[in-house]
């Protein structure tokens, strides 16, 4: 079946640190590939998608790029701040579905 | 334009009674999922509806559990005689295309059953 293996948390950085969230996928097929964030109270708020191989999403300073070839889809920012601080999920759409199979979630604090 | 909205925001029951779950989708979204997050269970999809067909129940943990649209708008979920196992919080989304589109979530409702 489909699965996500995201790294586990919490995650604490100093502001303007180096930030990468490692996510590893199971699918058959392509997957769409997704990074939702959770801000603290609120709900999921979708951060960036990629839907073939190679793409590269990007929103807000993030980054992640959908390898086929080592079924990853890493959460990276150059330069992290305070207002980063949330729940990071990845997740993803197998071709023709419609579910969302989401990891864990990993929780991002960063201190000034 | 408004996203989607979920209410109540928060409900605490006490366990064996019935609570309802209500969410209202984007509008002109043909698609309208549910979810749940808990703390053990991470995110785990419900069920899911796509206009005027017959939903996807298959994430539903338990015949307690039960969804329905109407007008292909809102939809409720409606969890029987509820358990403290069923504390979480409820997500719901809608996405304008089955397979295309991204899903959109709502602020989520927070259930606590004592």
């Known amino acids: 079946g489909n699965s996500v293996t995201q790294m586990e948390g919490p995650v604490t950085l100093s502001e303007e640190a180096f930030l990468t969230i490692n996510c590893t996928y199971t699918a058959t097929g392509y997957p769409s590939l997704f990074w939702y964030v959770q801000y603290p109270g609120e709900g999921l708020q979708l951060l960036l998608k990629a839907t073939k191989a190679d793409d590269k999403g990007s929103n807000k300073g993030f980054e992640a790029t959908y390898r086929k070839e080592t079924t990853s889809f890493h959460l990276e920012k150059g330069s992290v701040q305070v207002s980063d601080s949330a729940v990071y999920f990845c997740a993803l759409k197998r071709a023709g579905s419609y579910q969302l199979t989401f990891g864990k979630g990993t929780k991002l604090s960063v201190i000034p | 334009g408004a996203g989607v909205s979920q209410s109540p925001s928060n409900k605490v029951t006490e366990k064996g009674k019935d609570v309802e779950l209500r969410c209202d989708p984007i509008?002109?979204?043909?698609?309208l999922y549910w979810y749940r997050q808990s703390l053990g269970q991470g995110l785990e999809f419900l069920i899911y509806?796509?206009?005027?067909?017959?939903?996807?129940k298959s994430g539903l943990p338990s015949d307690r559990f039960s969804a329905e649209r109407t007008g292909g708008s809102v939809s409720t979920l409606t969890i029987q005689r509820t358990q403290q196992e069923d504390s979480a919080v409820y997500l719901c989304a809608s996405s304008a295309a089955v397979n295309q589109e991204t899903q959109y979530f709502g602020p989520g409702t927070r259930l606590l059953v004592l």
């Open positions: 509008s002109g979204h043909t698609a």
């Open positions: 509806f796509q206009g005027n067909s017959a939903p996807d």
